[in-house]
């Protein structure tokens, strides 16, 4: 079943702690990115990677960091740099006409 | 000035009238124009790609005014499951083929 997978669907999160949240696709696509949507507002880009062992800072990367290490995945943690880390995360992947695809999203609440 | 301003409704509109959904972009180099539809808690999909010659995907059409910098959706028809809020959508020239979302326009459609 071809697609883009992110997990978890819930994640809670303790002030201090950091956290990994996990985009893997099976579609081949070299391009990948991070996105964080909040209440009522539009998707900000956070990281993304054109290619394997390369990755560029977006709008909002202070607080985050990402990997590369393979095609098919592109990991994210949330550190506890980041201050306000509530929010509903989305991994996407690049198709050949500039759209993107969408993962099913990550929902990271801290408690 | 936002990248991508849209009206966020929310448009509320019975069933088989005919909505449409209006957004403005600020950077006039941009090459690639989407509308995405977000249902509630869902990650964004794809509706259809704008292109400059307006394009038509059953009940939706899609236009693009690159002298205004404006973009429209077009439903008719209007059926209950298009309740949803739709996204419009441009690239982000900056940052590697990433998008730059509108903040979206709710949907509700009536019996």
């Known amino acids: 079943d071809g697609g883009i997978t992110q997990s978890p669907k819930y994640l809670f999160r303790k002030e201090g702690q950091n956290v990994t949240l996990s985009c893997e696709q099976n579609l081949n696509h070299d391009a990948m990115y991070w996105y964080r949507q909040d209440p009522g507002q539009g998707l900000r880009l956070i990281y993304y990677?054109?290619?394997?062992?390369?990755?560029q800072k977006g709008d909002i990367a202070e607080g985050y960091s990402v990997s590369r290490e393979k095609k098919e995945s592109f990991p994210l943690t949330v550190t506890s740099a980041q201050k306000n880390p509530t929010a509903f995360y989305l991994c996407?992947?690049?198709?050949?006409?500039?759209?993107?695809?969408f993962g099913p999203g990550t929902r990271l609440t801290v408690l | 000035r936002k990248e991508v301003e849209q009206d966020p409704g929310p448009f509320n509109v019975p069933e088989g009238a005919t909505v449409a959904f209006n957004c403005t972009y600020s950077n006039s180099a941009s090459q690639s124009f989407f509308w995405y539809r977000q249902d509630c808690r869902k990650e964004p999909k794809l509706l259809m790609s704008?292109?400059?010659s307006g394009n038509e995907d059953g009940r939706f059409t899609a236009q693009l005014n690159r002298a205004s910098q404006y973009i429209s959706l077009l439903i008719r028809d209007s059926k209950l499951s298009d309740s949803a809020t739709y996204l419009c959508?441009?690239?982000?020239?900056?940052?590697?083929?990433?998008?730059?979302f509108g903040k979206g326009t709710s949907l509700l459609v009536t019996p």
């Open positions: 704008v292109y400059s």
């Open positions: 990677s054109q290619i394997v062992n390369d990755f």
């Open positions: 959508v441009v690239n982000n020239l900056n940052s590697g083929y990433a998008l730059n």
């Open positions: 996407a992947v690049a198709g050949f006409g500039n759209e993107q695809f």
